[in-house]
């Protein structure tokens, strides 16, 4: 944005006002008349304030009105890094799905603003970023993805020539030191699984039971599981459908979203138990709504819902897990732990990589994950391989 340039307007005189601080101080300021917008064709000025004296207000006001005399009524055009932040943001808001919308705008709002917002934009240095990326470090894990959106936004500076370079590029990562000992799998072994199922049974808890029956046996992740619908399961083909998922969009509110790529759209293949299981499910909660007042005999009726028959909460399977975790004294995973599982039995099982990353839903893009997940050793089979391996040496 630049201002109308005219080195023989003459500058209107600026007013000295005395005000008072919320803490009872009294301080001085003044606002100038810097000019006129070309693009808007509104006046523009400038404040200052906090002085302690009248006359050192009056000291800057001529020095400020001398510049703005010499420069021909030209506003000074730098921004705030929050300013900026905004013009960013309805830009950004147009190219990603609502969910990614929400976690972007509190990462921006908890972490990114803190650090820059109240900045001019063009003044912040490599030196600023290294010491806000140092303190991230010391805070979370997510600092990377947080340094990773402060850099998105001074891309758009630059771009816009509000800065001549962006400061993030040159900050140096600081490393995480390896701790000693093995890192913890967020998976379980066969034998971990059965004793799960050994406490989260029908008898216990019927809906608890088929909820983390699905997760182990077919692999979705926690949003394409709350999605589900009845017209998504095929009990004359053994199969499940997924084509959605839950998430949150903006306000915490839940929403459902098509999978974010072709390969998450797919069909898998279930064993006869479980979709016994889903059928006696079905039954007891069409038994046990209707009592409530729902009629769920319809295709569009969620497999997995609440008292009020909306959407379960994001968080009631992990309440659910980590309350069966702690009865059953197994070590801590995650939801998406048996994600995991599901694809280390499969492994164990002989079942390929390609028909894996199929029926998790990988597309080309996230196959290093697959790997990763897939490649997973169970202390069984290291026991395994070590047996094996002593008897190729010791073979006579």
């Known amino acids: 944005m630049s201002l109308a340039s005219n080195t023989g307007a003459k500058i209107k005189m600026a007013k000295i006002k005395k005000y008072t601080t919320?803490?009872?101080?009294?301080?001085?300021?003044?606002?100038?008349?810097?000019?006129?917008?070309?693009?808007?064709?509104?006046?523009?000025?400038?404040?200052?304030?906090?002085?302690?004296?009248?006359?050192?207000?009056?000291?800057?006001?001529?020095?400020?009105?001398?510049?703005?005399?010499?420069?021909?009524?030209?506003?000074?055009?730098?921004?705030?890094?929050?300013?900026?932040?905004?013009?960013?943001?309805?830009?950004?808001r147009l190219t990603v799905r609502e969910s990614t919308l929400e976690?972007?705008?509190?990462?921006?709002?908890?972490?990114?603003?803190?650090?820059?917002?109240?900045?001019?934009?063009?003044?912040?240095?490599?030196?600023?970023?290294?010491?806000?990326?140092?303190?991230?470090?010391?805070?979370?894990?997510?600092?990377?993805?947080?340094?990773?959106?402060?850099?998105?936004?001074?891309d758009y500076a630059l771009r816009a020539e509000y800065v001549g370079r962006n400061p993030c590029t040159l900050v140096t990562m600081p490393r995480v030191q390896e701790q000693a000992g093995e890192k913890l799998e967020n998976f379980w072994t066969r034998d971990e699984l059965n004793t799960f199922f050994d406490y989260v049974t029908p008898e216990r808890d019927?809906?608890?039971?088929?909820?983390?029956?699905?997760?182990?046996?077919?692999?979705?992740?926690?949003?394409?599981?709350?999605?589900?619908?009845?017209?998504?399961?095929?009990?004359?083909?053994?199969?499940?459908?997924?084509?959605?998922?839950l998430t949150q969009g903006l306000g915490g509110k839940l929403i459902v979203q098509p999978p974010k790529s072709r390969a998450g759209r797919r069909t898998i293949d279930l064993d006869d138990s479980t979709m016994r299981y889903l059928r006696q499910w079905k039954g007891v909660q069409r038994e046990t709504f209707l009592g409530m007042g729902f009629n769920t005999n319809n295709v569009d009726q969620l497999v997995f819902a609440s008292n009020r028959n909306h959407f379960r909460s994001m968080n009631t399977p992990t309440k659910w897990l980590n309350k069966a975790i702690k009865a059953t004294g197994l070590k801590h995973i995650s939801i998406h732990g048996f994600r995991h599982t599901h694809a280390s039995l499969l492994y164990q099982s002989g079942v390929g990589l390609k028909e894996t990353q199929q029926r998790l839903g990988h597309s080309r893009a996230d196959s290093s994950v697959t790997l990763d997940v897939y490649t997973h050793t169970t202390e069984q089979q290291n026991v395994a391989a070590l047996q094996r391996f002593e008897n190729y040496v010791e073979a006579k």
């Open 103 to 154: 976690k972007t705008q509190r990462i921006i709002r908890v972490h990114v603003l803190p650090a820059f917002g109240d900045m001019l934009i063009d003044q912040v240095t490599p030196n600023v970023c290294q010491r806000v990326v140092n303190k991230w470090f010391l805070e979370a894990k997510s600092y990377k993805k947080w340094l990773n959106y402060a850099s998105m936004i001074f």
């Open 22 to 92: 919320k803490t009872g101080k009294i301080r001085y300021e003044f606002q100038v008349y810097a000019g006129v917008d070309s693009l808007t064709g509104r006046q523009k000025t400038t404040r200052r304030r906090g002085f302690k004296t009248r006359k050192e207000a009056s000291i800057v006001l001529s020095r400020l009105e001398l510049e703005i005399e010499k420069r021909g009524l030209q506003e000074d055009e730098r921004r705030f890094f929050r300013d900026v932040c905004a013009e960013w943001m309805e830009q950004y």
């Open 206 to 245: 019927v809906e608890q039971f088929t909820m983390f029956r699905v997760l182990a046996y077919s692999g979705i992740r926690k949003g394409e599981l709350l999605a589900l619908t009845w017209k998504d399961i095929n009990f004359e083909d053994n199969t499940l459908r997924v084509n959605k998922t």
